[in-house]
């Protein structure tokens, strides 16, 4: 509990600290400023971000002689102007489309950047351009969203590092050019990449949740049950009844003949709970659900369990040919599994009981 607690009082210092900067941009009419200038990666070609137009290209200017009544300009478009020995073109992009430009060694294409997420302005929908693609000559060729280039379930489970994803535009070995969004993954040492071709602004790549997914599944109970839940009332005297038999977890689990997991709840999923429920069931004469009671787990993490387990379906019991109710534990993790450990997890557990979210 404690580091989560420290977990999320960094993120809300880091919070404050940008928003504390973006209240720090006032307009400063004594600032220099400057267009930002892009070059390609053989140095061949340059471009020219027209942030304030009242700037000659490579130049600075007093801010307050671009705008003399002191106030900041409002951007409603930028000029991208494309530089060789001379000027190319000047591209004219909607402001919203560039935070980078990078420009392709052929010179033929150039790539405007918008960062997924932003702390300062109005947070932007994932179905908005990412990147776009124009022609030297200025032609649109194409656009991606970030739903497009990067996974669902990595825009769900990891904001800021969104901020921090790596670009490169460059020559493939058959000389086709290729941009490519790298994409920091929780590994230290794996970074997965989504390649793009710029000449039809398709992904080469297939897109793959590059972070670990939510999943739910069931195990037999390997540690000590921890307080219960109340049971409805109905079932309060039912677990201690002395017509039921009490079985060790791994026995009763492997009873099961039909096993679903619950979905894994959206709200605990957004909110990061993460943890187990152990469920204490009751089993009918003819291997059905009558009862059963749980740990707690916020967010729904009990409900979802318990709802679960009450469909659970097992091998009916018999003692001396006469059959018996009985009851036993069921283990159900939330958590957050890559690709690796849910193999290893399936290996070793029944498929009927396993599941993890795909909806």
Known sequence: MLGRFAWV????????REVAACSALSWD????????????????????????EGIPDFMSRRAGDVVPDGERPARNSVTVALYESGLLAEIPIDIDR???????????????????????????????PFVTVYTAEGALVGSLSVDDVVGRWDLSTVLWP????????????????????????????????RRIDVA??????PKTDLFPLPRVYATPVDVPPRDFL?????????????????????HFYGRAVFGPVPVFPELMFKARVRGPVIVDVVVSEYGEVLCTRASSLPLGGTEAASNAARRWRFTPMTIDGRRVKFAGELLFQFQDVDEEQW???????PPVTMADRTD
């Open 343 to 349: 193999r290893e997890l399936m290996r070793y557990a």
């Open 9 to 16: 009082t960094i993120l809300m210092l880091l919070a404050v």
């Open 230 to 250: 109340p049971a409805a009332a109905d079932c309060a005297a039912v677990f201690d009844a002395p017509d039921v038999v009490r079985m060790q977890s791994r």
């Open 200 to 205: 039809t602004v398709t992904i080469l790549d």
């Open 162 to 193: 969104l901020n921090n994803l790596e670009y490169e535009l460059r020559h493939e070995s058959d000389r086709s050019e290729v941009f490519v969004v790298k994409i920091p993954t929780t590994s230290p040492t794996k970074r997965g990449e």
């Open 98 to 128: 560039v935070d980078d430009v990078f420009i392709s060694d052929s010179g033929r294409y150039l790539v405007a950047i918008e960062r997924p997420y932003r702390v300062c302005g109005a947070p932007r929908s994932t179905q908005n």
């Open 29 to 52: 009419p004594d600032r220099l400023i400057e267009n930002e200038v892009a070059s390609s990666a053989n140095g061949r070609f340059r471009a020219v971000i027209r942030w304030y």
